[in-house]
């Protein structure tokens, strides 16, 4: 009886490990998109995911009691363990593109700000040059 329950939550965790893969690969083609809505969608479908995923860890540990797994559910613990490192890898790739996206457009914002800075330039009365606009890029109260 206590094998059919581990090998029942191995696969419904193999289910989920599963679907944790088909949602990295969404989020990496949203990002290749700039799909910024569906991102944020499937960011939070993966913390629901994780959470669904170490609560049956938990429940497996509790009622494994630290045996080693045999047979078929040693084939399904290694089957997750090799997709779940498949995943850690997809999601650090998709995390890299997230930053650069994000350093991107910091780049781009500074660039417009620094831009607006120039234009607004005059010269105060020793010949030297002022502008109105703070370091930030905004007009001071």
């Known amino acids: 009886m206590n094998n059919d329950k581990i090998l029942s939550l191995l696969t419904l965790q193999l289910n989920h490990v599963k679907q944790l893969e088909t949602l990295l690969s969404d989020e990496k083609q949203s990002l290749i998109n700039r799909d910024y809505k569906t991102i944020m969608s499937l960011s939070q479908q993966k913390q629901q995911l994780m959470l669904r995923l170490s609560e049956i860890d938990k429940e497996i540990s509790l009622t494994n009691n630290n045996n080693p797994f045999i047979g078929e559910a040693l084939i399904k613990k290694e089957q997750i363990l090799l997709l779940l490192s498949q995943c850690h890898q997809n999601n650090l790739i998709n995390g890299k593109s997230i930053e650069l996206s994000m350093n991107s457009i910091e780049r781009l914002q500074r660039s417009l700000i620094q831009k607006r800075a120039s234009k607004s330039m005059t010269y105060n009365a020793k010949g030297g ?9 905004y007009t001071s109260a």
Not at 129 to 137: L, P, R
């Open 129 to 137: 040059t002022k502008s109105n606009f703070s370091s930030s890029g």
